[in-house]
Structure formats: structure tokens, C-alpha cells
């Protein structure tokens, strides 16, 4: 159901937007530009891109991982696997589409943990989304950790999260020690 209500909303965004004229797309990009610059960026850099395949598309998998989706990480504590066979890799299960992608339940997730904790919004879309999808995938898994204790995300989801949502540079943080690690 969670699939199909995916699909009927992107098909009415799709319409929605089809049935627009110029004037109102054009509004409709500057509004964008005005609360979602990063997520702007990516949609011109995606238009001038020539389709030339970008590093890391196609990785070796490395030896330490079991469901064939994992890539090579920077830290020994990184180098973790969901430990599936290739059919139930964690990435592949719709119910990781759903709670850990999906750009609604992200949305909802970022304005409630925003609300609770009194922060401002990230306006860096891609950030702010990637950020929320790797809590989003810790609460599926694990449940409330409290402050200090971290888990540490294996591989596979990891870059699932980073090619749903990039950082146009490249550079990621990684795992950061928790006070309880």
C-alpha cells in the first residue's frame, strides 16, 4: 500500500506540474530556490549533467560484506554489513523505502524532532534529509538510544541514504564515537 501511495502521489505531482504554464513553474522554482537552495542546486547540476557516470556507481564489494550492496568504508568500526543474503539486504525491503527514504516520512521526522528540540530548520535539503534518514533507520532498528549511545549503520545503508540524498562534494562525516561507545 505505502508502494502504491508513492506512485500516486508522484503521479500527481507529475500531472500537477505538467498542467502548469511558464509563469507559474517559474514561481514555482523561485520558491524553491528561496527555501530549498541545496535541493535547487542538485536539480541544475542534474540538468547540466551529460549522463557520464559518476565515481562510486558501480564499487567492488568489498570482502566483509554478505548482501552485495555494501562499498568500502574509511574505519574498521564502519565496515559493517546488514549481514543479509542479496535478496533481503536491509536496502532492498520496501519497509526501508518507506521509514528510512521516503521524503514525507523524512519531512514529518525533521519538523517533529525540530519542534522537541526547539532547532531550526537545516536548509541544506540533501543534509537535512540524509541526516533524518540515518536516525529514521536507527529508531527502525534499534529503537530510542538516549543521548551518547550510537549505533553504528551498516554499509549498505549508508550509501543507499548518501545516493538517495549526496553531498555534492563528496565528503562525508562518518561515525562519530558516542560518549557510551
Known amino acids: 500500500m505505502a508502494a502504491q501511495a508513492r506512485r500516486d502521489r508522484q503521479s500527481q505531482l507529475e500531472e500537477c506540474i505538467s498542467n502548469m504554464d511558464l509563469a507559474a513553474l517559474q514561481e514555482t522554482l523561485k520558491l524553491v530556490c528561496k527555501k530549498q537552495p541545496s535541493l535547487l542546486m542538485d536539480v541544475l547540476k542534474t540538468a547540466n549533467d551529460n549522463g557520464d557516470p559518476t565515481p562510486g556507481n558501480s564499487p567492488a564489494v568489498p570482502d566483509w560484506c554478505s548482501c552485495n550492496n555494501c562499498r568500502e568504508m574509511p574505519t574498521e568500526r564502519e565496515k559493517l554489513c546488514c549481514g543479509k543474503i542479496p535478496q533481503n ?93
Not at 114 to 138: C, F, I, W
Open 89 to 181: 539486504c536491509h536496502t532492498k525491503l520496501a519497509d526501508f523505502y518507506t521509514i528510512v527514504l521516503d521524503e514525507l516520512v523524512l519531512e514529518v521526522a525533521m519538523r517533529f524532532r525540530n519542534d522537541a528540540l526547539a532547532e531550526p530548520r537545516d536548509d541544506n535539503y540533501n543534509r537535512a534529509h540524509r541526516h533524518t534518514a540515518y536516525r529514521q533507520y536507527v529508531m527502525w532498528m534499534h529503537g530510542r538510544l538516549g543521548a551518547g549511545n550510537r549505533k553504528v549503520i551498516p554499509s549498505c545503508c549508508i550509501w543507499k541514504i548518501r545516493d538517495q540524498y549526496p553531498e555534492p562534494s563528496g565528503q562525508y562525516v562518518g561515525y562519530i564515537e558516542g560518549v557510551l561507545d
